[in-house]
């Protein structure tokens, strides 16, 4: 009976799993990256995770949903965790984030916008590639231009 119990307030890793939407690898995966604890086994081998686990999970998938890395949903973990920080530490680490995305937008449009060229200027076809445009202009010298280089933000 006392197991039975215990089943009832814990769940097994496939359960754990199921309920928050992952496979049981990526909670595996989670902890031994530091983002999940790792329960005791039980007498019969088990390990039992506690029903907040699977709000734990929740938040790392939607935190990768919002780009931010494993590495950073551990800072956002620890925030959430201390007792002495408030909600504009996490509010400055959201505008951190944001602003990369932002900056990494940006790159991305001017690497497409460099691409667009390399395509508007390709009108040889069927040619052998020794007459093709595209690879003419990437050997070039500042032809197509590259974005510049991304920089992370100031810490």
């Not at 009832?8 to 995966?29: C, M, P, Q, Y």
């Not at 620890?78 to 990494?104: M, P, T, Y």
């Not at 990437?138 to 810490?155: M, N």
């Amino acid at each position: 009976m006392a197991y039975a119990m215990t089943m009832e307030k814990h769940l097994t890793i496939g359960k754990l799993a199921e309920l928050a939407d992952v496979s049981a690898n990526a909670v595996r995966f989670y902890e031994r990256e530091g983002l999940m604890q790792v329960p005791a086994k039980t007498d019969s081998g088990y390990r039992l995770y506690d029903p907040q686990a699977v709000q734990r999970l929740r938040f790392i998938k939607q935190a990768q949903l919002c780009g931010f890395t494993l590495a950073e949903i551990q800072t956002l973990l620890k925030l959430r965790d201390e007792a002495s920080s408030c909600c504009n530490d996490v509010r400055n680490k959201v505008i951190e984030k944001k602003l990369e995305l932002e900056a990494r937008i940006k790159a991305m449009k001017a690497m497409s916008k460099a691409l667009d060229a390399l395509i508007a200027e390709c009108h040889n076809g069927d040619r052998p590639t020794e007459d093709c445009t595209i690879l003419a202009a990437l050997a070039e010298p500042g032809k197509p231009q590259p974005p510049a280089p991304l920089k992370g933000p100031a810490r």
